[in-house]
């Protein structure tokens, strides 16, 4: 089964940059379609990006394009998110989801699992 685990957050600056992963201890990670949503205290959970399930095409929410990059290695069950020039605004819990639907999708009730989320702090 997918079981995904996310890590690589963390306290940073205003400005700064963090690597996000997301590693599903299954074997069929390939077979899905993943994304990215984030959740800030008293906000409803937003998409953030998204990766076909080879990687081939890729999604993002308009906030955060030109700044943060998707991207996925099926032979390592991995997904990363690059978030670079930080905003404070985007202090929130990351998660990451699988979508068994090959393309993804910008809405949270698509996708099928979800890992516990890391917490990303960005400081002015």
């Known amino acids: 089964q997918v079981q995904l685990v996310e890590s690589g957050g963390g306290l940073v600056q205003a400005g700064g940059s963090l690597r996000l992963s997301c590693v599903d201890s299954?074997?069929?990670?390939?077979?899905?379609?993943v994304g990215w949503f984030r959740q800030a205290p008293g906000k409803e959970r937003e998409f953030v990006a998204a990766i076909s399930w080879r990687g081939g095409n890729t999604y993002y929410a308009d906030s955060v394009k030109g700044r943060f990059t998707i991207s996925r290695d099926n032979d390592k069950n991995t997904v990363l998110l690059q978030m670079n020039s930080l905003k404070p605004e985007e202090t929130a819990v990351y998660y990451c989801a699988a979508d068994a639907r090959a393309e993804g999708s910008i809405y949270a009730g698509a996708y099928d699992y979800w890992g516990q989320g890391t917490q990303v702090t960005v400081s002015s």
């Open positions: 299954g074997r069929t990670f390939s077979n899905y379609a």
